[in-house]
């Protein structure tokens, strides 16, 4: 994509579907024990707005089922459960084609009263992959649940050769595979601007340029 800059001007990239991250993606749930790197289960599912991992597809507990969403986890009980305590004793999820922006937090979101030990709850992650550690995390009784939040970065626009006169290339980076990218500008300052998915800043994830 080239645009002739003739003016100063702003850029910004957005998606129409940036806050719809996981639904319909193919992700990899592993349940990790005793140690991180020790898989006890593992499955494939594609993210629906059902529950991807009923408690009877769940080998090795029926304790709970895992819902994901468009970026959170949950898992919801259904009786009284205590997670043992060892070097690593909670579930993995990786982006299994690799289709995801990169994931850039995971951290816990809410959950219900029932739930114990939530402070020791150890989470992580890496561009397609994130993790929490459950060791010691007590649960009351069925219908107590723990909802995990998973943020993905954003787009990344970078540009060569952008100035006046010239012909400039721009890249995005951070989007959706096949997914559309709409690259927005303005020559009279930052915004925000209205489009049909709503206001966008133009100051936001932007590039500046003179004549």
């Known amino acids: 994509m080239r645009f002739l800059v003739t003016a100063a001007l702003s850029l910004t990239a957005l998606t129409p579907s940036l806050s719809a991250q996981m639904m319909g993606s193919t992700m990899d749930a592993e349940w990790v024990y005793p140690s991180f790197g020790s898989v006890l289960e593992g499955h494939t599912v594609v993210v629906t707005a059902g529950v991807e991992l009923l408690s009877g597809t769940i080998i090795n507990d029926s304790k709970f089922e895992i819902?994901?969403?468009d970026d959170w986890v949950e898992f919801r009980f259904n009786a009284t459960s205590n997670w043992s305590s060892s070097s690593f004793n909670g579930?993995?999820?990786r982006d299994a084609l690799s289709t995801?922006?990169?994931?850039s937090n995971y951290s816990i979101d809410s959950f219900s009263a029932g739930?114990?030990?939530?402070?020791g709850i150890v989470t992580g992650f890496n561009d397609n992959e994130c993790w929490a550690n459950f060791g010691g995390m007590t649960v009351a009784g069925g219908g107590e649940w723990i909802r995990?939040?998973?943020d993905f970065g954003g787009l990344d626009l970078s540009a060569s050769s952008l100035f006046g006169?010239?012909?400039g290339t721009l890249t995005v980076t951070g989007a959706t595979?096949?997914?559309?990218?709409?690259?927005?500008?303005s020559l009279t300052g930052a915004g925000p601007t209205n489009t049909?998915?709503?206001p966008v800043d133009m100051s936001h994830r932007s590039l500046s340029c003179q004549s």
Request: no cysteine; net charge neutral; proline share 6%.
């Open 196 to 198: 049909a998915f709503g």
């Open 165 to 167: 006169g010239g012909n």
């Open 91 to 93: 579930w993995l999820f």
């Open 115 to 119: 739930i114990g030990n939530t402070g």
């Open 67 to 69: 819902d994901l969403g």
């Open 148 to 150: 995990m939040k998973v």
């Open 177 to 185: 595979v096949g997914g559309g990218v709409l690259i927005g500008y």
């Open 100 to 103: 995801l922006p990169p994931i």
